[in-house]
Nanobody, 123 residues
Framework: QVQVVESGGGLVQAGGSLRLSCAASGRTFTTYTMGWFRQGPGKEHDPVAVILWSTGGTWYADSVKGRFTISRDNAKNTVYLQMNSLKAEDTAVYYC????????????????WGQGTQVTVSS
């Protein structure tokens, strides 16, 4: 299982940018497809962006396409989420986790989550 620590969140005005980082442990990190998920108050962890371990291919939720970019640095065991043109509706706690594809949906591979990082966008 991959252990993660998220960072980089904060308070930003609408239209601003943030870069989130996810530091992962484990020698097999490079074999995991990794995803960023976000959780608003009273909601589930919704997938935001995913990066495949095998090809580096990416997937994005429709709501963030063209604004967010996921990347990974395998040498540093780190996954990033560059968030531009932020909107108030992007406000949530952001988590990273290993990701799997089931029934055309991206889900977290593990039930355990890190502490997440809070992103608050003021309008």
């Amino acid at each position: 299982q991959v252990q993660v620590v998220e960072s980089g969140g904060g308070l930003v005005q609408a239209g601003g940018s943030l870069r989130l980082s996810c530091a992962a442990s484990g020698r097999t990190f490079t074999t995991y497809t990794m995803g960023w998920f976000r959780q608003g108050p009273g909601k589930e962890h919704d997938p935001v962006a995913v990066i495949l371990w095998s090809t580096g291919g990416t997937w994005y939720a429709d709501s963030v396409k063209g604004r967010f970019t996921i990347s990974r640095d395998n040498a540093k065991n780190t996954v990033y989420l560059q968030m531009n043109s932020l909107k108030a509706e992007d406000t949530a706690v952001y988590y990273c986790n290993a990701a799997i594809r089931r029934s055309s949906r991206w889900l977290s591979q593990y039930d355990d989550w890190g502490q997440g990082t809070q992103v608050t966008v003021s309008s």
